[in-house]
């Protein structure tokens, strides 16, 4: 089993920067890929990016495509999401989680299995 922890949300104004953070305990860091994805209010879970267990593979939503860094450190068990020229509509609580899958980075929420409990990052306009 994983636990994971998300730190780092805030608000910050349209322009800004945030690094989000995810520390993981339990299992074998790095015996998974990881993944960020969001939720705004009213609004499906959708995936931000994603990294493999490794670090090799790294794939971005369009939305955050060029503002959006995911990297992982598996000494430090974490999971980072440097978010750049934030926007009003990268609103949302943030989430990441875990996948046994190593050959790819799932970009839907099935195919992983923990969960952290979640970080809010509110941008004003």
């Known amino acids: 089993q994983v636990q994971l922890l998300e730190s780092g949300g805030g608000l910050v104004q349209a322009g800004g920067s945030l690094r989000l953070s995810c520390a993981a305990s339990g299992s074998t860091f790095s015996n998974y890929g990881l993944g960020w994805f969001r939720q705004a209010p009213g609004k499906e879970r959708e995936f931000v990016a994603a990294i493999s267990w490794a670090g090799g593979i790294t794939f971005y939503a369009d939305s955050v495509k060029g503002r959006a860094t995911i990297s992982r450190d598996n000494v430090k068990r974490t999971v980072y999401l440097q978010m750049n020229s934030l926007k009003s509509e990268d609103t949302a609580v943030y989430y990441c989680?875990?996948?046994?899958?190593?050959?790819?980075?799932?970009?839907?929420?099935?195919?992983?299995?923990?969960w952290g409990q979640g970080t809010q990052v509110t941008v004003s306009a």
């Open positions: 989680a875990t996948t046994p899958v190593l050959s790819t980075v799932p970009v839907t929420t099935t195919p992983y299995q923990y």
